[in-house]
């Protein structure tokens, strides 16, 4: 709770409301989706095109990635989108609309993900901003949360700002 500054009964709730989602997507179990070992090159260059559209302020390469039943998520309580016009939608509408990225890998809950430092207009620096895990599958991105949590990025021991 601590780390994503959210009360306990809040943490709690969202955790209740994870384990139904996760029940009703994969009824098998988590090891139904979940990849055993690090990324395969096929899944790090996903990784790395899913970076450089957002250091390149493309959205549209971005979107070339998405499968058709796509999720997009970003927490906390800002939204999620669901499927490839409306996820497409949403990174148009919003992926440069705060400013310049610049995009680091990561491994998070044994999955590929990114920890995305923004530039705003009128700064020098890049600044923690969301870390997101990803999830692929056959050669397209199938789940993006991304956490708007910037306090978490020592979690991780990435650096202050870029």
Known sequence: AGL???SVPAVNSALQRA????????????????????PDPGQR?????????????????????????????????????NGRPDVGDAL???MNALGQWRVLPIMANGQPGAAGYLRRPGQTAFFPFALTVLRFDHGRLVDIAAFEQPSMFSTFGLPASM
Do not use: Y
Request: charged share 35%.
């Open 92 to 94: 148009r509408d919003g």
């Open 4 to 6: 994503l500054d959210m």
């Open 45 to 81: 260059r996903l990784l790395q095109r899913f970076i450089d559209a957002h250091e390149q302020a493309d959205p549209e390469a971005l979107i070339a990635l998405l499968r058709h039943d796509v999720r997009l998520a970003i927490s906390p309580q800002i939204g999620e989108w």
């Open 19 to 38: 384990r139904a989602t996760l029940r009703d997507r994969w009824p098998d179990g988590r090891l139904d989706w979940a990849p055993a070992a690090e």
